[in-house]
C-alpha cells in the first residue's frame, strides 16, 4: 500500500500492509508494482493549479505498470466526469465532460484502459461520507457513496480479475 504522507506509514504497517511512500513526481520503487493486482485511489485535487498534473501521474502509473507484474487494475475514478444536472447517467451514456476536470478523467479513464493485456474496472465515486467525512447539508440532489460502500466497489472489483468495466459506485441523494 501507498501513501504520500509519511505519518501514514505506520498506520499501513499496523494493519498488516507493506507501506511505500510514493511521489509520483520522483521515482516509485521498482517493486511496488510486484503485484497481480493495483488498486489506484489517486485523487484529483481541487487545487490543482493545472488539470494536467493529474493527467500526467496517471501516466507514471501507466508507465510503471507496463513493464510490471500488473495485470488488474481497479481505478477509483469520480463521478464528476458527469455533467452537474438531474440526469441520472449510465457508465454507457454519451454526454460532452461539463468542465476540463471531467475531460482529464475521462482521458486518465481511457489512458488506464487501453494498456495491453490488463484488466481494468473502473470505479466512478460520488462524494464519500462516513468515517469521519461529513455530509454538507444541499438542496440539490447528489451523487454520494458511503465509506463503506465505497471499500466494497473496490473489494468486489478486486475479485473481478479479467474483467474490463466501468462502474457507478454512487446514489443519487
Do not use: M, W
Request: net charge positive.
Amino acid at each position: 500500500g501507498s501513501t504520500t504522507t509519511s505519518s501514514k506509514l505506520q498506520q499501513l504497517e499496523n494493519t498488516g500492509i507493506i507501506p511505500y511512500l510514493i511521489n509520483l513526481d520522483k521515482v516509485i520503487p521498482s517493486d511496488f508494482f510486484e503485484a497481480d493486482v493495483l488498486v489506484v485511489t489517486l485523487p484529483y485535487k481541487k487545487s490543482f493549479s493545472d488539470p494536467n498534473i493529474y493527467k500526467n501521474q496517471i501516466k507514471i502509473v501507466c508507465d510503471n505498470v507496463r513493464t510490471s507484474s500488473i495485470q488488474h487494475i481497479v481505478f477509483t475514478s469520480s463521478s464528476s466526469v458527469y455533467p452537474k444536472d438531474s440526469t441520472i447517467y449510465s457508465v454507457s451514456d454519451n454526454f460532452e465532460p461539463p468542465n476540463l476536470r471531467a475531460k482529464v478523467l475521462l482521458e486518465c479513464e481511457k489512458a488506464l484502459n487501453r494498456l495491453e493485456n490488463i484488466s481494468v474496472i473502473t470505479i466512478r465515486l460520488g462524494g464519500i461520507y462516513g468515517a469521519g467525512r461529513l455530509i454538507k447539508k444541499s438542496t440539490k440532489p447528489r451523487r454520494l457513496v458511503s465509506h463503506k460502500d465505497a471499500l466494497k466497489h473496490i473489494e468486489n472489483s478486486i475479485d473481478r480479475f479479467g474483467e474490463n468495466h466501468c462502474i457507478n459506485g454512487f446514489i443519487i441523494a
